[in-house]
Nanobody, 128 residues
Framework: QLAESGGGLAQAGDSLRLSCVAS???????????MAWFRQAPGMEREFVAG????????VYADSVRGRFTISRDNARNIVALQMNNLKPEDTAVYYC????????????????????WGQGTQVTVSS
């Protein structure tokens, strides 16, 4: 199970930090799972935001957030975080945490279909 937190209301230029905690059966797979954040705005498809390998390296970012967002993880606490700086109204969406639990992952995938564990999502709303 994955549970996101940290969403809320922000103004353009503000920062928010999202966290995703793994619990239950997800804990046993967490350290070897690639973790990612996706987001979905109303009427839009779910899109990849950022991802990180189980080792903590291999970070990948969407062009729209590169330089503003930072993904990190703490395997000892089973947490993956997304630090979002300089927020823009177009960042408004429901943000989802996801895990790719396949064995032997060498690269972060940007395809949602690859990820097999998902959180319920947390709303981020950025006003101009």
């Amino acid at each position: 199970q994955l549970a996101e937190s940290g969403g809320g209301l922000a103004q353009a230029g503000d920062s928010l930090r999202l966290s995703c905690v793994a619990s239950g059966s997800a804990v046993y797979k967490f350290s070897r799972s690639a973790m990612a954040w996706f987001r979905q705005a109303p009427g839009m498809e779910r899109e990849f935001v950022a991802g990180i390998l189980g080792s903590g390296g291999g970070e990948v970012y969407a062009d729209s957030v590169r330089g503003r967002f930072t993904i990190s993880r703490d395997n000892a606490r089973n947490i993956v975080a997304l630090q979002m700086n300089n927020l823009k109204p177009e960042d408004t969406a429901v943000y989802y945490c996801a895990a790719d639990t396949n064995i032997g992952i060498k690269d972060v995938s940007t395809a949602a279909v690859i990820y097999d564990d998902w959180g319920q999502g947390t709303q981020v709303t950025v006003s101009s």
